[in-house]
């Protein structure tokens, strides 16, 4: 198995950082290794934004949940970014050239958005790999999406540039040993030249082994792992939320007239 593989086998999220900062080379390495991510066209649909502040970073562990946040020795926010384009198109007379030609001039719709998230979760895996690569371990924050509200006025955000990713990076803690977890059989995630569908046995199956080490807790509330996992991930506080603030990211993108 070569490096490369080896680390990314081996790769666990981190929560408990080393009190010591980054060096700023190990800062520069690793945003430069995100922005040679592959990207859309070079058109670099997203933007890297370093948060520093001690303030901002004690806010993001209140509205993500997560108080590791606060501590955090590096914390990147990445964010779906078409409003440099649109900024680069409005300043540099596309609108009038567009009324001239007879185009249409238009908002950036939701392909554009997908299209930057993309770019933005490309940029921030290839950050993550290249921090391993420097003995640096990360963990991705997915509740950044909710609180819409909040974490636009924290930043400063415009309408186009949507908060899809949170990554905090740090040394490991001394004395902490973060569990590699286990995946999904792989025929149950690899499919080859068409898409499956599982039998329920099968996707029993698939949660065995997970069930098995949450037997008790399961046992005690009188529930499967599916039945759980629904309660949480589809109808928990902060599910509910997070449902309730993309949808607040998203009116801009939605506004393009249909073509």
């Known amino acids: 198995m070569s490096e490369t593989l080896r680390l990314i086998d081996e790769r666990v999220?981190?929560?408990?950082?080393?009190?010591?900062?980054?060096?700023?080379?190990?800062?520069?390495?690793?945003?430069?290794?995100?922005?040679?991510?592959?990207?859309?066209?070079?058109?670099m649909l997203y933007t890297i934004l370093q948060v520093?502040?001690?303030?901002?970073?004690?806010?993001?562990?209140?509205?993500?949940?997560?108080?590791?946040?606060?501590?955090?020795?590096?914390?990147?926010?990445?964010?779906?970014?078409?409003?440099?384009?649109?900024?680069?198109?409005?300043?540099?007379?596309?609108?009038?050239?567009?009324?001239?030609?007879?185009?249409e001039y238009r908002s950036p719709g939701a392909s554009k958005l997908l299209m930057s998230c993309c770019d933005a979760l490309i940029a921030a895996q290839t950050s993550v790999l290249a921090a391993e690569s420097l003995g640096i371990g990360s963990c991705y924050i997915g509740d950044i999406m909710g609180n819409a509200e909040?974490?636009?006025?924290?930043?400063?955000?415009?309408?186009?540039?949507?908060?899809?990713?949170?990554?905090?990076?740090?040394?490991?803690?001394?004395?902490?040993?973060?569990?590699?977890?286990?995946?999904?059989?792989?025929?149950?995630?690899?499919?080859?030249?068409?898409?499956?569908?599982?039998?329920?046995?099968?996707?029993?199956?698939?949660?065995?082994?997970?069930?098995?080490?949450?037997?008790s807790v399961l046992e005690k509330r009188g529930v499967n792992l599916a039945q759980l996992t629904y309660g949480g991930f589809m109808m928990g506080a902060t599910a509910r939320e997070g449902d309730r603030s993309v949808a607040v990211l998203l009116e801009p993108w939605m506004e393009s007239p249909e073509a």
């Open 13 to 43: 999220s981190l929560r408990r950082y080393d009190e010591q900062p980054l060096e700023p080379g190990e800062i520069d390495a690793i945003v430069h290794s995100a922005m040679r991510a592959p990207t859309a066209g070079n058109m």
């Open 150 to 215: 909040t974490h636009r006025k924290l930043f400063d955000l415009p309408p186009f540039a949507f908060p899809i990713a949170l990554v905090c990076y740090g040394h490991r803690a001394e004395g902490h040993v973060p569990t590699r977890t286990d995946r999904f059989d792989r025929r149950f995630v690899h499919h080859v030249n068409r898409y499956r569908r599982f039998p329920a046995n099968d996707l029993r199956e698939m949660l065995s082994e997970i069930e098995a080490k949450f037997s």
């Open 52 to 103: 520093d502040d001690s303030h901002k970073k004690r806010r993001l562990a209140e509205t993500c949940g997560h108080p590791f946040i606060a501590n955090a020795p590096l914390v990147l926010l990445f964010l779906a970014d078409m409003q440099r384009w649109v900024d680069v198109f409005e300043s540099n007379g596309v609108p009038a050239h567009c009324s001239e030609t007879g185009l």
